[in-house]
Nanobody, 116 residues
Framework: VQLQESGPGLVKPSQTLSLTCTVS??????????WSWIRQPPGKGLEWIGY???????YFSPSLKSRTPISRDTSKNQFTLQLNSVTPEDTGVYYC?????????WGQGSQVTVSS
């Protein structure tokens, strides 16, 4: 299974950050797969943003819940993060991650900078 993030590297404050993760080698609707977004601000540890389950159920970090729609497109085998009202504190490397039968799969990471 391979995961690949795509999206803009630079976003202006107050805009919406959109990132897409394309999954190959496995279906995002297969049980019991979980598909997450995780980020790492500069100089800090990993922060879980949320995940979408194989069944379509979506769960968010309580600290980001109001800003973080996660959706999926099963026809393209993709899942998407839309983080709205971004600030410079949202700068970091964003990873998509898959938990498949207890095994971890990571995308290579996508650097996102929030700056005017």
């Amino acid at each position: 299974v391979q995961l690949q993030e795509s999206g803009p590297g630079l976003v202006k404050p107050s805009q919406t950050l959109s990132l897409t993760c394309t999954v190959s080698g496995g279906s995002i609707t297969s049980s019991p797969y979980y598909w997450s977004w995780i980020r790492q601000p500069p100089g800090k540890g990993l922060e879980w943003i949320g995940y979408v389950r194989y069944s379509g159920g979506i769960y968010f970090s309580p600290s980001l819940k109001s800003r973080t729609p996660i959706s999926r497109d099963t026809s393209k085998n993709q899942f998407t993060l839309q983080l709205n009202s971004v600030t410079p504190e949202d700068t970091g490397v964003y990873y998509c991650y898959g938990l498949i039968n207890g095994d971890d799969y990571w995308g290579q990471g996508s650097q996102v900078t929030v700056s005017s």
